[in-house]
């Protein structure tokens, strides 16, 4: 994760050349951002990111051979620290799940426009959660009624949650609720316990599934 005194360093996964230069060329023409790679295929992907170790991965699903979705599985199991946004033309349900379980911490569309695609990279390597607007619906639609058996949040805890929902840090939910970083973190602790979770991403989509934010 970059600490945001140095570039972003991206690597580029897309099998089509004439995407990936123009995804390519979108990241250089920012700042504070730097290609450190680009790979056409979900193996080189997991090959690359191992070599190069970049922030974070942006990530095609439909790759030739080894798709997206179990490219970030491997790339993550390898390598916590790396980040993977997926940045694809797909938004199926079955897509949208298995990327963010397989680690996945963020999922936008390549027709998002080019500032959202930019501030996605920014914010996922900043340790935040980005969803493309209708993914979020997707999520919150998926699951029509509730499980017999929901987890039970408390307010604060809800609280909480809505504010990772939000793609707040630790520190700006703190602010925002009065609250201090550490009391944060307890929460977060409970709530990925609550939820059967181990990470933001999955403790706010899981939170949509189940219709308790």
Not at 38 to 57: F, K, N, S, W
């Amino acid at each position: 994760m970059t600490d945001g005194t140095e570039s972003i360093r991206v690597l580029v996964v897309d099998d089509h050349p004439i995407v990936r230069s123009g995804i390519v060329a979108l990241l250089e023409s920012a700042d504070g951002i730097e290609v450190a790679g680009e790979a056409a295929d979900g193996l080189t992907a997991i090959e690359r990111a191992a070599e190069l170790r970049p922030d974070v991965v942006l990530m095609d699903l439909r790759l030739p051979g080894l798709g997206g979705e179990q490219a970030t599985a491997r790339i993550i199991e390898r390598d916590p620290g790396i980040r993977v946004l997926v940045l694809t033309t797909y938004e199926t349900d079955e897509n949208i799940l298995e990327s963010i379980e397989a680690g996945a911490s963020g999922y936008l569309l390549k027709a998002a426009p080019e500032e959202e695609i930019l501030a996605g990279v920014r914010s996922v390597a900043a340790g935040h959660t980005v969803l493309a607007p209708s993914i979020a619906t997707k999520l919150v639609e998926r699951m029509r009624s509730a499980p017999a058996s929901r987890p039970s949040l408390s307010a604060r805890e809800l609280q909480v949650l809505t504010q990772v929902a939000a793609g707040r840090s630790n520190p700006e939910i703190g602010r925002a609720l009065f609250i201090g970083e550490a009391t944060v973190k307890t929460h977060l602790q409970h709530i990925f316990e609550k939820l059967e979770v181990s990470d933001r991403t999955r403790a706010v989509t899981k939170a949509m599934e189940l219709r308790l934010i």
